[in-house]
């Protein structure tokens, strides 16, 4: 096959790679409150069409059936894999179910506990093709993948997302829409330990906005409140979990504040890396492989337990000014590169 276009069908974002020849052209992200009605997953996937043009094959991984729009994780499946068959037109349209494969959309609706939430594997199955051995850890907006690679291979405990919450592979935390009530309930200020309020005031896009760590480019989504993006905006989100407005501080005591939540973040994330590393029988060298919006993070993680760090990005053949977006897009990307090299099941 020549051309494909592959899709990342998530709750919050529609990402989709077109690949030409096994190479990554280009790399789209658009918000998709799928949550609202499935009317807004249609809009993103013909925006990202019109741009991207006609291609023979699609295919699509998905974790939107746990929008809320659904009123089972199997009809979301189902629901997602019907839209999106329609939305292909003629070209021809397969869905990626994890081991099985890509299956069509009949196979893939009677599979769907194959086909739910399988995106973090497309991710993990081409990193593992080129890394062997290592730890690949993709930090989202919503959540975090943490999946050990043995042997060119997942090497996985859990599938199922509460299989991989039990084990730490799937940490319920991202860098932009995680509310920061979610980390804390307790944070130091002026030399005490204050409780917060229990309000999604802010999340952890206003902490990485005021670090300068998250590209504006991933940053789609308004800030809670409607107002600007701007460091002083952010510090406002910020005191106002303290109860407090962010005149009561100096620039310096919110910056130190949105650092304590960073740390909590962090350390959250390497727990459960430890927790993975616990029984994964890896190579002391086996380094980390870091994709999504929140890959900045990966490499202090690694400094932190000893290993090192190597970006997902730099893995894909791609045109360069797709390059950076297919590491922050990686189930899309990878989904796409997997059906090509290897044949499509019926």
Not at 18 to 30: K, N, T
Not at 247 to 272: K, M, N, T, V, Y
Request: charged content about 20%; glycine content about 8%; some cysteine.
């Amino acid at each position: 096959m020549s051309t494909i276009i592959g899709w990342d069908i998530g709750g919050a974002h529609l990402k989709a790679a077109l690949v030409r020849d096994g190479r990554v052209e280009a790399v789209e992200q658009l918000p998709c409150t799928l949550w609202l009605g499935t009317d807004h997953l249609a809009n993103a996937w013909r925006v990202i069409s019109e741009r991207f043009g006609s291609p023979e094959h699609h295919a699509v991984t998905m974790t939107g059936e746990l929008a809320e729009i659904f009123p089972s994780r199997r009809e979301g499946v189902a629901a997602i894999c019907q839209m999106a068959a329609e939305l292909a037109g003629h070209a021809e349209i397969r869905f990626y179910a994890g081991p099985r494969g890509f299956l069509g959309e009949k196979e893939a609706t009677a599979n769907w506990q194959d086909v739910a939430s399988a995106n973090w594997h497309a991710s993990a199955s081409w990193a593992a093709q080129k890394v062997s051995d290592g730890l690949f850890i993709d930090i989202g907006s919503t959540t975090t993948d943490i999946v050990p690679l043995a042997a060119a291979h997942p090497a996985m405990r859990g599938y199922t997302d509460a299989e991989r919450l039990e084990t730490g592979e799937l940490v319920y935390t991202g860098v932009m829409r995680t509310s920061l009530m979610a980390l804390a309930d307790a944070a130091p200020f002026a030399g005490r330990l204050q409780r917060l309020m229990a309000e999604n005031f802010a999340t952890t896009a206003d902490l990485y906005r005021l670090s300068g760590e998250l590209d504006a480019q991933d940053d789609a989504y308004p800030a809670t409140d409607g107002r600007s993006k701007s460091a002083q905006d952010c510090r406002a989100r910020i005191a106002r979990m303290f109860g407090r407005d962010a005149a009561e501080g100096a620039p310096q005591a919110w910056a130190q504040a949105a650092r304590f939540f960073r740390e909590r973040q962090l350390s959250r994330i390497g727990e459960a890396a430890l927790q993975v590393l616990s029984g994964a029988a890896l190579p002391a060298d086996a380094r980390f492989v870091a994709a999504g919006a929140g890959d900045f993070l990966v490499p202090e993680l690694a400094r932190r337990l000893g290993r090192s760090a190597h970006a997902f990005a730099a893995l894909i053949p791609a045109a360069d000014g797709a390059r950076r977006q297919a590491g922050v897009c990686a189930p899309a990307v990878a989904v796409a590169l997997l059906a090509q090299d290897g044949p499509i099941e019926a």
